[in-house]
């Protein structure tokens, strides 16, 4: 925990990638209200869930990619990089560790599949409080200016709040511009069912491969 003299350390990953927009913009909400560390996968890693790289030596390299923001790149999960992090990177565990800013929503079963949610869960198990981030809107080039403006008035209001140590909180922001969200509103994790359908095609070594497809099945999605 920091003390009166000492920024609060907030740790920052994602599932993304390091170079995804999503935590670019998630440094800029993080920037002003503490000592921000990235650790983050070199490359895409959605869907990892809660995965951890098993038989293969991880990579970590320092990188100069966010002005005087320190960053490391990992060739690992995004579990991996909370547990470089908290191993090897910082000399005591964060204040709090944000995760994102995930490009589309995360609710529902979607927290066991994301990686975006898992990491924040490892930083949770870690006795960090933690927060995941999503916004809804898949595009590479959707408009994080909202998702930034909430961003930063939760991490600050967590920090202020001194939340337990092993509360997650799981936040997800609307596409629309920030004008017409009406504030921050707290709600229970929907349960979600998904459909899936698996289109069976022949590869060009001539085995069966089945590209997927899933979605909601609206049969089974409550609150």
């Not at 599932?15 to 440094?27: F, K």
């Not at 995930?102 to 898992?118: L, P, R």
Request: proline residues 5%; aromatic residues 8%.
């Amino acid at each position: 925990m920091a003390t009166k003299k000492e920024q609060p350390i907030i740790l920052i990953t994602n599932d993304d990638g390091i170079t995804a927009p999503g935590i670019r913009n998630l440094i800029e909400a993080a920037r002003p209200l503490g000592k921000v560390v990235v650790v983050a996968p070199d490359k895409a890693q959605s869907g990892m869930g809660h995965a951890i790289t098993i038989g293969t030596s991880l990579r970590m390299d320092k990188v100069e990619l966010f002005d005087d923001i320190e960053a490391w790149q990992t060739s690992g999960t995004p579990v991996d990089c909370v547990k470089l992090a908290v191993d090897k990177v910082l000399h005591r565990k964060p204040d709090l560790c944000i995760s994102g800013i995930n490009h589309g929503a995360n609710h529902s079963i979607n927290v066991i599949y994301s990686g975006t949610m898992s990491a924040a869960m490892e930083a949770s198990i870690e006795s960090i409080p933690s927060i995941g981030f999503s916004l809804l809107d898949y595009k590479y080039d959707a408009d994080f200016t909202a998702a930034r403006f909430y961003a930063n008035k939760i991490i600050k209001t967590v920090l202020a709040n001194k939340l337990d140590k092993h509360l997650l909180l799981n936040v997800n922001i609307p596409s629309v511009p920030k004008k017409d969200i009406k504030g921050i509103k707290i709600c229970k994790q929907a349960y979600a069912k998904y459909k899936e359908e698996f289109d069976e095609r022949i590869d060009p070594h001539g085995k069966k491969c089945y590209p997927g497809f899933c979605g909601p099945d609206t049969r089974h999605y409550y609150f």
